[in-house]
Structure formats: C-alpha cells, structure tokens
C-alpha cells in the first residue's frame, strides 16, 4: 500500500522517538481498508444472513397478500400505489431496523473497542455497515416487485430497471436514520424496540399504504420530513413510467436526505465512551 | 530509558457519575519495559487502559504517545498500540485464521505478510484445532487465545493485555507468561493487567498500584518490596492428625505473628534475623514428615499489592 509519511518529533528530550513513522493513508489504502471491513462485516452474518433477509420479505410480501386477498385493489394506480408503498416499506423493514439493532447492540456488547482499537477510521466503519445494510435490502425489495406485480398483475416493463441505480438513494437516508435512532438508544432492547416502532410508523402511520390525504395532519406534516415518503413517490413514478419533474424533486429531496442524515451519523455516532 | 507514553493529571468521571473512576493519574511508560497495573475490582484499571489506549476520552488530563499529544487526536494510538481488551464482541462468526489475517491487514501488513503472521501465530498458540470452528462456537479459554492473537498480530510496538489469562489453563497460561516475555525481549513495550500477581510476578518489571482511581504506588518490583512488611513468611501445612497438638500452636505463636487460613494451614511472620532459628525450631520440634507442605517466602509482589493497594497488611 502507497503511503505518505510524517515523522513526529516527541515533545520531550526523555521522549521515546516512534519506531516507525506515522502513516498517512492514501485513497488506495482506504479503499482497502473499506473491502476487508466490509467482508468482515459480512463474514458476521454467516449464520444470521437467511433471518435477516427473511424479515426484509415477509412483512411486506405479506401485506401485499393481504391485500390482494381481501380485495380492496381495484385499478392500477392503486396497485402502483401500494406495490411502491410496500417496497419503501421493505427498505424501512430491511436495513434501516437492521441497523438500528446493529448499532444498538454493539453499543451495548461494545464491539465498537474491537474497532476502535484498529489504525480504521470511523467513516470507513460507517460505510461499511451501510453497505452491508444495502446488500440486505435487495432481495427484500426485488421480492416485494416480482410478487407485487403478479398478483397486482402489473406488466413487467424495461423501464423499471431505472429502479436499481435509484435503490442506494432510497437506502441511504434511511441507512442514515437507522444509524442515529441506533447511536440514541441507551441498549441492545431499545434499539429491538426503536426498530419496531419504525416499522410501526413507516408502515402503517405514513403514506405508504395510506394515501397522504386520508392521514391526519400531524401525520401528514410529519411524513413530509420522513424519506420514504419520498422513495414510495419515486417508486411509484418509476413503476408507472411517469419520469418528470416530481421524480427530480424526490431525487433532491433524497439526495439531501442523505447527505444531511450521514453526516449527521457521523458526527453523532460517538464511538469512543464519553 | 527513554517513555513512550507521558500520563499526566489524568481524570475520568463518566457521563451521569460523580465519582472521579480515575483521579489526577499521572505515570510514565518506559520504552521496551513490562508494566503491570495492578488493583482489585473496580480500581479503575481498565478504565485506565482504556483511555491510554484511546477507547475512552479522558475529562481531563493529558495522554502523550512517543511525544505525540493523543489526548484529542486518539486515532493515532493503533498505529502503535495493540490493545486486548477483557471481552471479544467483534468477529463472533468468523473464523481464527480470517480474524487473524483480516485484522493484521488492518494492521497495515500486505497480504502475504498477514498470511505469514496469522500462520506463525497459529502454531505457536496451538489454535489449529479450532481452526475450523466459528469464534462464536469455541469456549471461553479459546476465544481469550484468540483475542491475544488479535493483540500479537501485526506486531506493535505496544501491545496492552487485560486480564491476558483469564479462562485459561495452566499449561495454556504459562504458554502466554512466555509469549510476552519473548515479545518483550524483542523489543516489545508490555502494559499489563492482571489479578494472577503470582504469575506475573515472573515477568513484569515495573508496577502500579491503583485503587479508588488513584494511583497508590509506583515503581520498580524490588522498590516496592522495600516498602512493605520486610518479615519471612513461613507457611506450613499441618497433616490432618497432627492439627490438634497444642504444643504445637504455642511453638507458633513464640516464633511470630500467626495467621491461621484453616486449622491446618498456618502462616507465621517472622523477624528476619530470627528466620534461621525459626526454621531449626519448626524442624526440631515437629518435623518434615509431620507436614504436607512447608514454604519459606520473602515479600512478594502480592505483599506488594495487599499493602500497598490497600488491602491492609497481610491478613487484614
């Protein structure tokens, strides 16, 4: 690995000189680092990978079952409606109540010393567990579509492949919120309970499901400041084949979604015991 | 010698406590020397070696590493600390071998030199039997093995153990006693913490005591012995049939101050200068055979620590 180098000079006379100088890591080492903390992270779910996936199904699928059962679905706009609603809920069910145990936990278990005590910096950490958390959101998301369109019988269309380059900015701020409602609570069962909550409130008190005209208002007001109001928006646009100035805006609102909510993690994830 | 590490007025209270669970600490690290930091529970000697090892921010105070302030920039500490802390809860589903290779990457060795370490590390250790079992599924005295690996590999300049061998066997224990002292002859700095003041004894070379988060004493092994009690330690173990022989408690209690730990195991502290006479007296009027086990002590490094950690004298 390339690295620039700074020698310190110690401070006092009976100062030891360091063995070797300080590494300054370069964007190669950084990558690196990144692919081995990544791998490591997903070497950790060798025995949990299928549960976790699971869950990012089933809830969604389910509703999507319920729903074409007991009948309500009734055109295709409203079919579009939900089979989008349903898959931001899959992302809100998948990596961001993933990462909210995920962080709440290690806290707890404090695996972040293991970490800390590595030469690794905190963003590359952060980036990592984001990124597993993307990885564990596509096979709940592409379920939700394959299922949702068969039993919504919605045409499979080229199209919706614009949906796979727009996945990451509908994960990433959630990614980000995850992170934080994590980082706040106080243990491992807060964060299972912070976790259930934001399942609770994306799925069933948002306009996932329920349009936003049917919410109460504080609901309504609430759901504006909440990013998977806007992925279900630009679901729903994609799965319609309806890209126009809307999709542009969801995109702006995500994109600043995402920056303001990781970099709010960075910040706030405070690693080291205060 | 020259410090790697300055300690100065170092306080940490943590978040919604009034105790101070360090209290104005201020000590030195010597370059190439085997530190021991010693305390009962709840001293504040992980709390110590957390915050010099960059995994808690101190509240006041200053931490400095070959020079460098690390106080505020507590990054650049892995670059040259190693640090095993008391418990494992990363890599749980991984194997040794990735852990080992993977985190000596992270260390900054390439590939092939992190092949070479995780390989010479699992023969040396012996984990090659559990090789092929998950970290999650091996049991407590194999996860500490692993989590020492952890430590040794990518061979830093300091390397910090907490409570090193604690879940292990003797045989394993002595195996790690001579690890860091081979490390240390290499030219490794070694902190360590540890209750096993008995085996640590063997290695360490210079010691603190801390208690109610200050620190009690420093200073070199000898030094400290200087400090305490300076009587002979004679402690027999009477056979069972012979516990009861009156002539035989009023024979202890002439020799010195007597500390009976069961009817059986007796302990007298006795005048240096009368130590000859005592051992002549104990032979003479009970005899070898008489006993299961008879020891002659001077202080040791748990005297050290009973008195000076503030544990009282011996047998308070």
Redesign the interface.
């Known amino acids: 690995?390339a690295h620039s180098t700074i020698l310190?000079?110690?401070?006092?006379e009976?100062?030891?000189?360091?063995?070797y100088p300080?590494?300054r890591a370069s964007a190669r080492a950084v990558v690196?680092?990144y692919c081995?903390?990544t791998?490591?992270m997903l070497?950790?779910?060798?025995?949990?990978w299928f549960i976790q996936i699971f869950m990012a199904l089933i809830l969604p699928m389910g509703i999507i079952f319920f729903l074409k059962s007991v009948g309500d679905v009734k055109s295709t706009t409203q079919a579009i409606f939900l089979l989008g609603g349903n898959m931001a809920t899959s992302i809100a069910f998948g990596p961001t109540n993933f990462l909210v145990t995920k962080i709440g936990w290690?806290k707890q278990?404090?695996?972040f010393?293991?970490?800390?005590?590595?030469?690794?910096?905190k963003l590359t950490l952060v980036f990592a567990i984001i990124a597993v958390s993307l990885l564990f959101a596509l096979p709940g998301l592409v379920g939700v579509y394959v299922l949702g369109n068969l039993l919504f019988g919605l045409p499979f269309m080229g199209q919706h492949l614009l949906l796979v380059p727009f996945i990451p900015l509908c994960v990433l701020p959630m990614a980000g919120l995850g992170t934080l409602l994590g980082h706040y609570a106080p243990n491992g069962q807060t964060a299972n309970v912070l976790g259930n909550l934001l399942i609770v409130f994306v799925g069933f008190l948002a306009p996932m499901m329920i349009p936003m005209d049917v919410l109460p208002l504080p609901l309504q007001i609430v759901a504006r400041f909440v990013p998977t109001t806007y992925v279900a928006d630009a679901f729903r646009a994609i799965l319609a084949n309806q890209i126009n100035l809307m999709v542009a805006f969801d995109v702006l609102i995500l994109s600043f979604f995402s920056v303001l909510l990781l970099t709010f993690s960075y910040i706030f994830l405070d690693w080291?015991?205060? | 010698m020259s410090n790697v590490y300055t300690i100065s007025e170092l306080t940490k209270v943590y978040k919604g406590n009034t105790k101070k669970a360090n209290d104005h600490i201020s000590f030195t690290i010597q370059e190439g020397e085997i530190f021991g930091l010693l305390g009962p529970n709840g001293a504040g000697k992980s709390t110590l070696i957390n915050q010099i090892a960059g995994l808690t921010r101190p509240t006041s105070g200053s931490i400095h590493l070959y020079g460098m302030e690390v106080t505020k920039s507590p990054h650049i500490i892995p670059e040259y600390v190693a640090l095993q802390t008391q418990q494992m809860s990363a890599l749980r589903d991984v194997y040794p071998e990735e852990a080992l290779r993977y985190t000596a990457q992270l260390r900054g060795c390439s590939r092939a030199e992190a092949r070479r370490q995780t390989k010479n590390l699992i023969e040396e250790l012996g984990l090659g039997e559990f090789r092929e079992k998950l970290i999650r599924n091996l049991s407590g005295g194999q996860c500490r093995l692993i989590h020492l690996a952890l430590t040794f590999v990518g061979d830093r300049p300091i390397q910090i153990f907490d409570e090193p061998t604690n879940d292990l066997d003797p045989v394993v224990r002595l195996m790690v006693w001579e690890k860091l002292f081979k490390l240390n002859r290499q030219g490794k700095t070694i902190i360590l913490v540890t209750h096993n003041v008995l085996e640590a004894e063997r290695i360490i070379q210079r010691v603190g005591i801390i208690n109610h988060g200050q620190l009690l004493a420093i200073g070199g092994i000898g030094e400290l012995k200087e400090r305490v009690d300076q009587r002979i330690r004679l402690e027999l173990l009477l056979k069972a049939e012979y516990v009861s022989v009156p002539a035989y408690r009023d024979l202890f209690a002439l020799l010195g101050e007597v500390h009976n730990l069961t009817l059986q195991h007796v302990i007298i502290l006795c005048r240096r200068d009368s130590t000859r006479s005592a051992i002549d007296l104990i032979l003479l009027q009970i005899g070898i055979d008489k006993l299961d086990d008879f020891r002659i002590q001077t202080p040791s490094l748990e005297d050290v620590y009973l008195q000076l950690g503030g544990g009282g004298s011996f047998g308070s």
Request: charged residues 25%; hydrophobic residues 45%.
């Open positions: 690995m310190p000079k110690p401070l006092e009976d100062m030891a000189f360091p063995p300080r590494q690196w680092q081995v903390v791998r490591i070497m950790e779910y060798r025995t949990s290690a278990i404090q695996e010393d293991f970490w800390m005590a590595l030469p690794l910096s080291r015991t205060a």
